[in-house]
């Protein structure tokens, strides 16, 4: 081939090249506000005893980190792939699962925040897989919802993989994951909710429901600040405010989708209230059906609490009983 020729095939090849790499390279835009080291210079003055948990795999867990658990198709960021972190006993068995999903006001965080509670409660006896999902900047309401029930339905597929009994798996959630993971829990077997991101063939009903922190009402007048303006995270999470959108304010909020045959409920609240919107309610009513919830409190100003010592291991002692009740496990 002449220089000139091999010197016009090169520049086609590096114009392709850039293109694809521009096209499949897109990033999601992220907000990286929310993290452990953020929450603990929040916090460290007013609970000088405070230590942030860390990563650390028992020796009795094994760990399988970034599976894709489903693949999105033609997302304005290309195909997009969403990942969990599996921890599960070492020793052979049928455990139960729990889903456990990250806060971060629907738009921050990511499943590494939920990776030492999950180990803790992994080393109990318990297949934990912490969810990726897709936040607001990326998908708004109900993404996530959708993510989270096909995590549910990879968790039964894999269920021999994991050593995960099928007909015990919960869903926990902290703070936004807490909403979240209430949603996913009391909207079992409806269609609607149900997505169409894989797996397909697998039921996502959820035996329990775990909710650290998590609005169940957003219409609770606790919850329902009408003064929020446009960039609050609720009001951008649901596509606008109450005034605008009331219809998905209702149909977002977990409360509204309790009926009789709903799974029992462990609620772990820190000491601000306005994260417990709805819950007494919600208790009453589950109360009336004669399904089991429980209650347990930190009586402090910090929200995070399931990232701290000393916090951490009363949390995953509380979530271990609970699951102890509900599966005899």
Known sequence: MKPFFQNVLW????????ANAQQTGIKIPKDTSFTVKNEFKKYRKNYPEIKPAKDSLPANVNESRNLVYTTLKNT???DRDLHVDVFSPKKKGKYPALIMVHGGGWKAGDK??????AQK???????TICVEYQLLQEAKYPAALYNIKSAVRWTRANADKFGIDPDK???????AGGQLAMLVGLTSGIESKEGDQGNLGFSSKIQAVVDMDGVVDFMAPLSLNLKRGPDSPDVQWLGGTFYEKPEIWKEASPIFWANEKSCPI?????GFPRFHAGQDELIGMMKDWGIYTE???FDIQLHTFWLFHPWIDPTANYINDFLIKVFNK
């Open 11 to 18: 520049v086609i090849l590096f114009v392709s090249f850039c």
């Open 76 to 78: 304005p960021f290309g």
């Open 112 to 117: 590494m925040l939920q990776v030492p509670l």
């Open 121 to 127: 409660l992994a080393a109990k006896g318990i297949v």
């Open 169 to 175: 798996i919960a869903v926990s959630g902290c703070s």
């Open 266 to 270: 462990l609620f772990i609240n820190s």
């Open 295 to 297: 209650v347990h409190k």
